[in-house]
């Protein structure tokens, strides 16, 4: 074991998939051999170099899970061939943030996959005090969704989402429809989704939502579906700012807009001062889980409380990472494609 497969990306647009060297494991660290990433929007944005520009040559993948390898020899809690999964969030683990866990406003935050390497490939050296037990019962497919789904854990959480409220997913792409799921797992209701695909739109509603409307028609729906009020919680999933302007016409008086979807980084969202003010209105940004997301998201897959069917079928092998890439766009259909390293 000294020599693995690891899919750089040398350039927006371009893998190199190079024979390289098993990273050295650490006194405190973990080897984890990578059974299979899945690709994140974000993986996209770095891949046609509107992100993360600055660190290429990079093996991105952040959404991955495997089994420990090796163990440093200050490990313990751990054994070899456990299957694991991996918060991708490395910060100081002492400032002010890191002990609030957000830890992406750490000064020393890095992100595996997107600041450094990440999941695509055979092995990666990790953090130990990042690494978190899995079930052997649980399947490597399903495990590789962890990541995204706590995500949308944290998203709830700062939006302090609870039962009976009413509540609009603006995109049902993966993570808007896992979104959708776990709204539905609160006890939100009823749940409205949109999006301009058709086929998503009906996937939304086989994940759940109550109700499924293209962007035109969104505001009748929402309307008509709550009295009038308007939505008590609106998660922009997307990344436009006429979407996050529009979601400030969907909230009720008192309302919250979920802020998740990652826009350009010079476009800004107008916003009603005074209109926010007097109506009691809040917006909070969330974009990664980490720390209890991460524990809190594998609970919910351990134990079946989301179907992960829809996510699970699209599957390309590390030497076709290039075409997954590239024919990501042509395949609406596919809510997740995960890159198999090896068995599970």
Same mark, same amino acid.
């Given at each position: 074991?000294?020599?693995?497969?690891?899919?750089?990306?040398?350039?927006?647009?371009?893998?190199?998939?190079?024979?390289?060297?098993?990273?050295?494991? %650490?006194?405190?660290?973990?080897?984890?051999?990578?059974?299979?990433?899945?690709?994140?929007?974000?993986? +996209?944005? !770095?891949?046609?170099?509107?992100?993360?520009?600055?660190?290429?040559?990079?093996?991105?993948?952040?959404?991955?899970?495997?089994?420990?390898?090796?163990?440093?020899?200050?490990?313990?809690?751990?054994?070899?061939?456990?299957?694991?999964?991996?918060?991708?969030? !490395?910060?100081?683990?002492?400032?002010?943030?890191?002990?609030?866990?957000? !830890?992406?406003?750490?000064?020393?935050?890095?992100?595996?996959? +997107?600041?450094?390497?990440?999941?695509?490939?055979?092995? +990666?050296?990790?953090?130990?005090?990042?690494?978190?037990?899995?079930?052997?019962?649980?399947?490597t497919e399903v495990l590789a969704l962890t990541e995204p789904l706590a995500c949308v854990v944290r998203a709830a959480r700062k939006a302090r989402v609870t039962f009976g409220q009413s509540a609009v997913v603006m995109g049902a792409g993966p993570i808007g429809n896992l979104h959708v799921q776990l709204l539905r797992t609160i006890g939100a209701a009823p749940i409205i989704a949109s *999006? @301009?695909?058709?086929?998503?739109?009906?996937?939304?509603?086989?994940?759940?939502?109550?109700?499924?409307?293209?962007?035109?028609?969104?505001? *009748? @729906?929402?309307?008509?579906?709550?009295?009038?009020?308007?939505?008590?919680?609106?998660?922009?999933?997307?990344?436009?700012?006429?979407?996050?302007?529009?979601?400030?016409?969907?909230?009720?008086?008192? %309302?919250?807009?979920?802020?998740?979807?990652?826009?350009?980084?010079?476009?800004?969202?107008?916003?009603?001062?005074?209109?926010?003010?007097?109506?009691?209105?809040?917006?909070?940004?969330?974009?990664?889980?980490?720390?209890? *997301?991460?524990?809190?998201? =594998?609970? =919910?897959?351990?134990?079946?409380? !989301?179907?992960?069917?829809?996510?699970?079928?699209? #599957?390309?092998?590390?030497?076709?990472?290039?075409?997954?890439? #590239?024919?990501?766009? *042509?395949?609406?259909?596919?809510?997740?494609?995960?890159?198999?390293?090896?068995?599970?």
């Amino acid at each position: 074991m000294t020599s693995m497969r690891a899919a750089y990306l040398v350039e927006p647009g371009r893998f190199d998939l190079r024979e390289v060297a098993v990273p050295a494991v %650490g006194r405190d660290e973990v080897l984890v051999r990578i059974a299979r990433t899945g690709i994140c929007g974000t993986d +996209i944005h !770095i891949f046609h170099g509107r992100y993360s520009a600055e660190f290429l040559p990079l093996v991105p993948g952040h959404e991955f899970t495997g089994h420990v390898a090796a163990i440093g020899r200050d490990v313990q809690g751990l054994e070899e061939g456990q299957p694991v999964v991996v918060d991708t969030n !490395i910060g100081c683990g002492r400032c002010y943030w890191c002990r609030r866990n957000e !830890i992406l406003n750490c000064p020393d935050m890095r992100q595996m996959g +997107i600041h450094c390497d990440g999941g695509f490939a055979d092995y +990666i050296a990790v953090p130990a005090r990042l690494v978190i037990p899995a079930s052997p019962d649980v399947p490597t497919e399903v495990l590789a969704l962890t990541e995204p789904l706590a995500c949308v854990v944290r998203a709830a959480r700062k939006a302090r989402v609870t039962f009976g409220q009413s509540a609009v997913v603006m995109g049902a792409g993966p993570i808007g429809n896992l979104h959708v799921q776990l709204l539905r797992t609160i006890g939100a209701a009823p749940i409205i989704a949109s *999006d @301009v695909n058709a086929n998503r739109r009906d996937m939304a509603f086989a994940c759940g939502a109550d109700a499924v409307a293209a962007p035109e028609d969104l505001a *009748d @729906v929402v309307r008509d579906m709550t009295d009038g009020r308007g939505a008590d919680i609106v998660i922009e999933s997307v990344g436009l700012p006429q979407l996050y302007a529009e979601a400030q016409r969907l909230m009720r008086t008192g %309302g919250h807009l979920a802020a998740f979807g990652i826009t350009g980084p010079d476009e800004t969202l107008s916003l009603d001062i005074l209109t926010t003010i007097l109506r009691e209105n809040s917006v909070k940004g969330s974009v990664a889980g980490m720390g209890e *997301d991460m524990h809190d998201a =594998l609970t =919910l897959l351990t134990h079946g409380r !989301i179907d992960t069917g829809p996510f699970t079928g699209a #599957e390309y092998p590390l030497d076709r990472i290039q075409e997954a890439f #590239e024919t990501f766009a *042509d395949r609406p259909q596919d809510l997740k494609t995960q890159i198999v390293m090896s068995g599970p």
